[in-house]
Nanobody, 115 residues
Framework: QVRVAESGGGLVQPGGSLRLSCVAS????????MGWFRQFPGKGRDFVAT???????NYTNSVKGRFTISIDNAKKEVYLQMNSLKFEDTAVYYC?????????WGDGTQVTVHG
């Protein structure tokens, strides 16, 4: 089955940068997208960014101009370059692989922005 694993989270100062990565293994279905959601304490998961196999991207407004999502199709790996990080970016970041029928989630990686 498909498995998703995130990495790259950590502690960073405001204004700093982190790069998250996520690799999907197994029989990943075709016509898929990969992306990132984040979960704040006590809240649901909020959309951050997605990218399709063809490279079409979408971002939530709060990260536009700061975060960049990219994909390596051969490796089924997606990246989230996060620049100009803010305190409010602190969350657990989850990777997803999805099509119209199913979404598969990773276990999350913690991003903490602290001065």
């Amino acid at each position: 089955q498909v498995r998703v694993a995130e990495s790259g989270g950590g502690l960073v100062q405001p204004g700093g940068s982190l790069r998250l990565s996520c690799v999907a293994s197994g029989n990943v279905f075709s016509d898929y997208a990969m992306g990132w959601f984040r979960q704040f304490p006590g809240k649901g998961r909020d959309f951050v960014a997605t990218i399709t196999e063809s490279g079409v991207t979408n971002y939530t407004n709060s990260v536009k101009g700061r975060f960049t999502i990219s994909i390596d199709n051969a490796k089924k790996e997606v990246y989230l370059q996060m620049n100009s990080l803010k305190f409010e970016d602190t969350a657990v970041y989850y990777c997803i692989v999805e099509n119209d029928s199913v979404s598969i989630w990773g276990d999350g990686t913690q991003v903490t922005v602290h001065g």
